[in-house]
């Protein structure tokens, strides 16, 4: 009897594929395996959905599996679930959502069984080293002291940022051997898990919270709501340590590459167990090895960013999420998911906790605690000795600035770094200044491209498009007028920088942001000097701002937050009110007591008063409050429908037929088509419509219901559409 394979495809289009499979193939295929098809003119790499023994199509349209890659399914049961569940709530095709979960290598038909590995180990006279050997070599001493714990990969040393020429050293000196070792599961952690060093006692909150959540069996999703520095890392080592030792796996999602470093540290200082690591900063072949490791049971903590969510466990044991709240979980491009809600999705299926940790956590993940659908647990004390930052205002209305700072703020910086301790100044716009204008008529040049201005990088020469990427050396005449009076308007992180050199002299300063830490390595590199001391000045964007331990920062400026008062997204309040309490939560630390200070022309604005005199949790409550009056998320379920098109005519027109599908009363609402805040992007006109529902399952069935109807509409052949489902931006 013949055997049929739906088979799900990288493509856009909402359904399965069927093929023939052969005798032989038929006999080990399942799914969750891949195979190898052909796709019109192409050979495509896909999963196999389901196995049947007939098919609707005509014998001469059904076309055989090329190859079968897989003798055993990649993915267990329960994520296999997880995706088609997924699929069908982000209105995605099933195969465009099994690409956001298999590593590229295997997307590309690389095999999944494990290879040979390269592992370093000190040889018997590295041993016998002492840190006066080789003291006057940094990177080796780090390299000597990471294989002290035991043998090392050779994609652990990258993950870790040991130097390769150090190593060569170490190696030419007789001091370092490599040995292959043949893929093997390594499993004794599970029999007996030994600690590296002794857990910190817990206080009484952090206690209260390890227990509670050990207290309850099988799924269970709770949220830590913690405020900045109060131990929540130490809670998460509690809470693995239970299931590490009963034999079970953990898996760990940052919202940042640049987390990851510290993180594992943290982990691996603690535990004698294997971690992988899993984000975009890897090789194809690192990821690969890494969701080997995690599917065999090898690797007992997996920690990684948004993706990493879809790697299978052998022993799943529980998923913690660290900075919940963050926008980086909700995947832009593609499938729009969100990893915070796949997470608590994917606990139900496997039947572990999920923790979600944040200081200032969403207002959807705070809705489910404060309605009794989550475990809700507080920390509201400073772990050890740090004490609560002292806050305050700066009205710079009137002010004379001296590149955005006040004098008030450079006297207040002076103090601290006279006393020995690190400054953090906040700006969240990366160049040298965020337009470039024409001293003499005025013109402020535009992007070719976009309703955006163009952002000056004066190291790098040029003047970018932050939006399109768009880029061209910076002028040396107004192309309105021709004339060469042609300055930078505003201020960026970069000319914060050099006016702090100047202003400074004596400090070095250190400038962290995308452009700052583009190569490979330099971000641990710059937190790496920071820790040690020898940067005293801290300028940077959102990238300072989540998560980092500064031990010796005693003050934080915020030097222009007056543009996140005012948006017309709806989540702004929420974004500054997270934004403003991460970014002070960098100052006072340890035992040295912070402060924080916000320049302002809208000191009297009752955003920040709240803010500031009753924190982020009453903030975010009261927000609650007023988005429940809006009839806005979390109250409401929303979807965004995004068009865009060389003809803004062409995406009203979409839109408004799409429009025209969906119901309208008091419980649906539709809001559109309108203009997107950044109108024209790369060329293109852009329009957006909202609809939202009071009811969650109504809003699905409707989608469900038109999406094959708009998908048959002659306007979308001259648009670019997609479906947002839950989204977090509306740029």
């Known amino acids: 009897?013949?055997?049929?394979?739906?088979?799900?495809?990288?493509?856009?289009?909402?359904?399965?594929?069927?093929?023939?499979?052969?005798?032989?193939?038929?006999?080990?295929?399942?799914?969750?395996?891949?195979?190898?098809?052909?796709?019109?003119?192409?050979?495509?790499?896909?999963?196999?959905?389901?196995?049947?023994?007939?098919?609707?199509?005509?014998?001469?349209?059904?076309?055989?599996?090329?190859?079968?890659?897989?003798?055993?399914?990649?993915?267990?049961?329960?994520?296999?679930?997880?995706?088609?569940?997924?699929?069908?709530?982000?209105?995605?095709?099933?195969?465009?959502?099994?690409?956001?979960?298999?590593?590229?290598?295997?997307?590309?038909?690389?095999?999944?069984?494990?290879?040979?590995?390269?592992?370093?180990?000190?040889?018997?006279?590295?041993?016998?080293?002492?840190?006066?050997?080789?003291?006057?070599?940094?990177?080796?001493?780090?390299?000597?002291?990471?294989?002290?714990?035991g043998a090392i990969s050779k994609d652990t040393m990258q993950q870790l940022e040991l130097s390769p020429a150090a190593l060569k050293t170490m190696e030419q000196k007789g001091w370092i051997s490599r040995k292959e070792v043949a893929p093997s599961q390594d499993l004794s952690w599970r029999q007996q898990l030994t600690l590296l060093e002794q857990p910190l006692s817990l206080n009484t909150e952090q206690a209260i919270a390890v227990g509670a959540i050990n207290s309850r069996q099988g799924f269970y999703?709770?949220?830590?709501?913690?405020?900045?520095?109060?131990?929540?890392?130490?809670?998460?080592?509690?809470?693995?340590?239970?299931?590490?030792?009963?034999?079970?796996?953990?898996?760990?999602?940052?919202?940042?590459?640049?987390?990851?470093?510290?993180?594992?540290?943290?982990?691996?200082?603690?535990?004698?167990?294997?971690?992988?690591?899993?984000?975009?900063?890897?090789?194809?072949?690192?990821?690969?090895s890494a969701w080997q490791q995690a599917r065999s049971g090898e690797a007992a903590i997996i920690i990684g960013t948004r993706s990493a969510l879809f790697t299978p466990m052998e022993y799943p044991g529980i998923i913690i999420l660290d900075e919940e709240h963050d926008s980086s979980f909700k995947q832009q491009e593609g499938v729009g998911y969100h990893a915070r809600d796949m997470a608590v999705m994917r606990g139900q299926l496997e039947n572990i906790p999920v923790i979600l940790g944040s200081a200032t956590p969403s207002l959807e993940t705070l809705n489910n605690a404060l309605n009794g659908r989550y475990g809700h647990l507080s920390l509201n004390a400073r772990a050890g000795n740090a004490k609560k930052v002292r806050q305050?205002?700066?009205?710079?209305?009137?002010?004379?600035?001296?590149?955005?700072?006040?004098?008030?703020?450079?006297?207040?910086?002076?103090?601290?770094?006279?006393?020995g301790n690190q400054v953090l100044l906040f700006l969240n716009r990366r160049?040298?200044?965020?337009?470039?204008?024409?001293?003499?008529?005025?013109?402020?040049?535009?992007?070719?491209?976009?309703?955006?201005?163009?952002?000056?990088?004066?190291?790098?020469?040029?003047?970018?498009?932050?939006?399109?990427?768009?880029?061209?050396?910076?002028?040396?005449?107004?192309?309105?007028?021709?004339?060469?009076?042609?300055?930078?308007?505003?201020i960026g992180t970069e000319q914060l920088e050099q006016t702090l050199s100047h202003l400074f002299p004596q400090y070095p300063v250190v400038r962290i942001d995308r452009d700052s830490t583009r190569l490979k390595g330099s971000l641990e590199r710059h937190l790496t000097a920071i820790h040690r001391g020898e940067y005293k000045i801290l300028v940077g964007t959102q990238m300072l701002a989540k998560g980092h331990h500064f031990p010796d920062v005693t003050l934080v400026g915020l030097l222009d937050v007056d543009g996140a008062l005012f948006s017309a997204d709806f989540r702004a309040p929420e974004r500054f009110g997270?934004?403003?309490?991460?970014?002070?939560?960098?100052?006072?630390?340890?035992?040295?007591?912070?402060?924080?200070?916000?320049?302002?022309?809208?000191?009297?604005?009752?955003?920040?008063?709240?803010?500031l005199h009753k924190g982020y949790g009453d903030f975010a409550r009261n927000q609650l409050k007023e988005r429940g009056m809006a009839l806005l998320p979390p109250a409401w379920h929303m979807v965004l429908v995004r068009a865009e098109a060389h003809q803004a005519e062409d995406a009203d027109a979409l839109l408004q037929a799409i429009a025209n599908l969906?119901?309208?009363?008091?419980?649906?609402?539709?809001?559109?088509?309108?203009?997107?805040?950044?109108?024209?992007?790369?060329?293109?006109?852009?329009?957006?419509?909202?609809?939202?529902?009071?009811?969650?399952?109504?809003?699905?069935?409707?989608?469900?219901?038109?999406?094959?109807?708009?998908?048959?509409?002659?306007?979308?052949?001259r648009c670019r559409w997609s479906f947002d489902r839950d989204p977090q931006d509306l740029l």
Not at 394 to 410: F, V
Not at 580 to 608: E, F
Request: hydrophobic fraction near 40%.
């Open 1 to 149: 009897m013949e055997k049929f394979a739906e088979v799900a495809l990288p493509v856009p289009m909402r359904r399965n594929f069927s093929y023939r499979l052969t005798p032989a193939q038929a006999s080990s295929a399942m799914p969750g395996c891949r195979v190898k098809v052909p796709f019109g003119r192409q050979q495509l790499i896909g999963v196999i959905a389901i196995i049947s023994d007939q098919c609707d199509l005509p014998a001469a349209q059904i076309k055989n599996v090329t190859n079968l890659l897989d003798e055993q399914p990649l993915l267990p049961p329960a994520l296999l679930l997880l995706i088609e569940r997924g699929a069908r709530y982000y209105l995605s095709s099933l195969g465009q959502m099994l690409t956001q979960a298999l590593p590229t290598a295997l997307r590309k038909g690389a095999s999944s069984e494990a290879k040979h590995e390269t592992y370093l180990q000190l040889t018997d006279a590295g041993a016998a080293l002492t840190v006066v050997d080789i003291k006057r070599a940094p990177a080796q001493i780090k390299l000597w002291q990471a294989l002290q714990r």
């Open 221 to 288: 999703t709770s949220l830590i709501e913690g405020i900045t520095g109060s131990g929540k890392t130490e809670v998460y080592l509690a809470l693995l340590e239970q299931v590490l030792a009963a034999g079970n796996q953990a898996l760990i999602l940052v919202p940042e590459i640049g987390l990851t470093p510290q993180t594992i540290d943290r982990f691996r200082r603690r535990f004698k167990v294997n971690v992988a690591v899993i984000h975009s900063g890897l090789t194809d072949n690192q990821r690969l």
């Open 392 to 419: 305050g205002i700066i009205d710079i209305r009137n002010q004379p600035l001296n590149c955005g700072m006040s004098a008030a703020l450079i006297n207040e910086m002076r103090q601290h770094l006279d006393a």
């Open 431 to 490: 160049g040298f200044a965020p337009a470039l204008l024409c001293h003499e008529c005025g013109h402020l040049h535009e992007c070719d491209r976009c309703d955006a201005f163009f952002t000056v990088h004066q190291a790098l020469n040029e003047i970018c498009c932050h939006h399109c990427g768009n880029q061209y050396p910076i002028p040396r005449q107004c192309h309105q007028c021709g004339s060469t009076l042609l300055a930078g308007q505003g």
């Open 578 to 611: 997270q934004l403003y309490t991460q970014v002070s939560g960098r100052a006072g630390r340890a035992t040295k007591p912070g402060t924080v200070l916000l320049q302002t022309h809208q000191h009297d604005n009752p955003l920040l008063k709240e803010l």
């Open 662 to 717: 969906l119901p309208q009363d008091k419980e649906f609402e539709i809001i559109g088509p309108l203009p997107a805040p950044l109108d024209r992007k790369a060329g293109k006109f852009r329009r957006q419509l909202m609809f939202q529902a009071k009811d969650r399952q109504r809003l699905q069935r409707e989608c469900e219901r038109i999406l094959p109807l708009v998908t048959g509409l002659a306007e979308t052949k």
